[in-house]
DNA sequence: TATATTTGTAACCAAATTTGTTACGTATTC
DNA sequence: GAATACGTAACAAATTTGGTTACAAATATA
């Protein structure tokens, strides 16, 4: 997988930090080392998931659409995934159409990788945004802006 | 992640079922739908890891370096991983160096996706590559070679 | 109303990745 | 020695990815 998973999360826990207030896309990037492009395409993607809102003009940004506690990280991987290949690529493997192992194997594969698949989503769905952001709090060094909030 | 894991896999499977006779990079390729040398240049980076050997020259090919039963498609998974960016890269992402939530987001996010891999890790060391080839019997039509074996 | 701000999105580019392919040296069998 | 088959380098085509510019649309505010 890309970085767009990680630089959601990123956004995500930062609209938590941010707790109402939008946040424009400038800032978002410069926090996550990006273009506020990239950024403005990654929340469109999570807008039309349903995880946030966005507002234009003057004093603008973008907000978290529920509650952090709300937002798992199955949710962000998820709506990023509306845009990314699979994980195993079984599918685009081009197996020999004969009758063999070939023509099977892309079903087999498909039933046998699903259950690690359904693994890592249970233990996504575990984790808030919320526990993101807590999580952050833990690791800010004191006198850092966001690390008392 | 790319479709190496899937061929890979359905290279393992496909010697499990020769069953130490070696099997020739064509013979490969042509099941797994792609080209000669790609499926060696797999088997190299399986046979790095210890999970094939194999044999040049006339009626050469690969062979499983041990049971079927004893390769676990996590195996698989982390002989590919040494070819392959991470799975979430984290650490490619480019957070802002100050002293905010840019800087810390990379651990914390780190730390928070490691479980989510780990349970996937876990859920693919439970599949051996002997249960792949069993798998694929059962959803091999009959008539078809490998079908009874 | 006019202006400044900010999003939404298209278009494009450069870099990296991935897969396929050719080529050729090396090893092994017959 | 000939045929077979691997190991690997080199290269090409296609795809993906992230960054950037550009600009229309929307919104707050003076």
Excluded: W
Aim: proline residues 5%.
């Amino acid at each position: 997988m890309n970085t767009r998973f990680a630089v959601a999360t990123h956004i995500l826990a930062y609209l938590a930090h941010a707790e109402g207030q939008p946040v424009s896309s400038e800032v978002l990037a410069s926090s996550a080392g990006t273009h506020p492009v990239v950024v403005r395409r990654l929340v469109s993607t999570l807008r039309e998931a349903g995880l946030v809102h966005s507002q234009r003009g003057a004093g603008g940004g973008a907000l978290l659409a529920r509650p952090a506690t709300e937002i798992s990280l199955l949710d962000v991987f998820r709506a990023m995934q509306q845009t990314e290949p699979d994980l195993f690529q079984v599918s685009s493997t081009n197996p020999n159409a004969h009758c063999d192992l070939g023509r099977v194997m892309q079903e087999t594969l498909e039933g046998l990788f699903g259950p690690a698949i359904d693994a890592m989503r249970t233990a996504l769905a575990a984790v808030s945004v919320a526990q993101v952001k807590q999580e952050l709090g833990k690791h800010l060094p004191q006198g850092c802006p966001g690390a008392s909030g």
